[in-house]
């Protein structure tokens, strides 16, 4: 049997929030506290920005947050809508907090 | 406040992006003079990956003070979706935002004019990219005076040229 190598494009801590941010995202009418997604439309009433506030991921830079918000947004958005986003910004509450972010 | 803390609370925008851009130009220009090759070409690649990152998100059509880092997700799942044939990279690849500038303007209805293209092509995906990866800083490389100036002649194009390709 020939031997391949797999070579895994995210680590699993990633994998994980992504599939916990997406089931968020799609339950309607969550308690949880944690994560916020707050969505801003542009004045046609367009999702375009994206700020998801969560404690937990406080170890990831915010690059690979972003890509941890567009890939759950890719599993529970219509991909016309998810090529109008533009900005997608993840915060822990601190960081929220300091950019004044109105989240609470 | 340390500068690592600074960073930290106020990532950078798009135009601190073009101001730094600019600086380490001019600090590999210093470098290639003192003939410190590797360290010149290491730092023209940044300036290279900046540019092209800049052209990138005003073609999304971002102001100057949005926040780099929260526009790349969504600009490389917009690559994803429109342009599954360019392999998805990291952030350091010049091929690749070379591609995502071409594709973003082949969206607008406006594709790059042919000569901006080839030379978008010869500069960037056959000049800088096989010669500057993040991962130099690791080792000496051993860079000659040949190669500190094919870097700066490229990167000096993009200098000189990233606002044609908005």
Not at chain 1, 44 to 62: E, S
Not at chain 1, 94 to 99: I, S, V
Not at chain 2, 9 to 33: G, H, T
Not at chain 2, 116 to 144: C, F, H, I, K
């Amino acid at each position: 049997m020939p031997v391949r190598k797999f070579t895994p494009t995210r680590t699993l801590e990633q994998n994980q929030l992504v599939d916990r941010l997406a089931a968020e995202w799609q339950s309607v009418g969550s308690t949880a506290s944690e994560p916020v997604i707050i969505e801003e439309p542009d004045s046609k009433g367009d999702v375009i920005h994206v700020y998801v506030v969560w404690t937990d991921w406080a170890q990831l830079d915010r690059e690979k947050r972003g890509d941890v918000i567009m890939e759950a947004a890719e599993r529970v958005k219509p991909m016309n809508e998810v090529l109008k986003i533009t900005i997608a910004f993840g915060l822990t509450p601190d960081e929220a907090d300091r950019f004044n972010l109105k989240w609470r | 406040m340390p500068l690592r803390n600074f960073i930290k609370a106020y990532p950078e925008s798009i135009s601190d992006m073009l101001v730094a851009a600019d600086d380490r130009y001019q600090e590999a220009e210093e470098l290639l003079l003192q003939h410190k090759f590797d360290g010149c070409v290491y730092l023209l690649g940044y300036s290279a990956e900046m540019w092209l990152k800049v052209a990138c998100l005003r073609l999304r059509s971002l102001g100057p003070n949005v926040q780099v880092k929260a526009a790349l997700g969504p600009l490389k799942s917009w690559m994803r979706q429109t342009a599954p044939q360019v392999p998805q990279a990291d952030f350091h690849d010049l091929a690749f935002l070379a591609a995502a500038v071409a594709q973003l303007r082949i969206h607008q209805g406006r594709p790059l004019p042919l000569p901006v293209a080839t030379e978008l092509q010869s500069r960037v995906v056959n000049g800088l990219y096989p010669e500057w990866l993040v991962d130099m800083r690791y080792r000496r490389s051993g860079l000659a005076a040949v190669d500190a100036w094919a870097a700066l002649v490229n990167t000096w194009w993009l200098k000189q040229n990233w606002m044609s390709l908005i």
